[in-house]
């Protein structure tokens, strides 16, 4: 990091890559609870009339370890900032953060660039 220049997008870009990340970590489930019931055996005949399930593309270690370091960064950042970040990582639109903040959309744009500003002069600092 220390050979790279950061600027706003690429900040951006890193959080967008992180919430991507943190969408195919696999879910949270409660300790404790388990099933003992046996599975079901199914005839070829029903597994080719189920529908296909989605494939799963876990997320690689180099991901998980810039995830990790988007965590650090959003440390930098006042909580209302953070959120607005995130929200934007999440392509939330314009619109509906302005209305959440209570600003308009422009206003919205200009604190998230402040936002990632921030946090791209501290990266460059260091």
């Known amino acids: 990091m220390a050979d790279r220049f950061w ?28 099933n003992t019931w046996p599975d079901i055996v199914r005839t070829s005949r029903e597994i080719a009339a189920m529908e296909p399930q989605p494939m799963r593309v876990w997320p690689s270690a180099a991901a998980i370890t810039r995830l990790e370091q ?18 934007r990582a999440a392509r939330v639109p314009w619109k509906q953060i302005g209305g959440e903040l209570g600003v308009d959309r422009t206003t919205a744009w200009r604190r998230w660039q402040l936002a990632l500003t921030k946090i791209a002069a501290r990266l460059n600092a260091m």
């Open 70 to 87: 988007t965590f650090d960064w959003v440390l930098w950042i006042e909580e209302a900032e953070r959120k607005l970040v995130w929200s």
């Open 7 to 34: 600027t706003a997008d690429d900040v951006a870009d890193h959080f967008e890559e992180a919430f991507r990340t943190l969408s195919r970590l696999p879910p949270v489930k409660a300790k404790g609870y388990f």
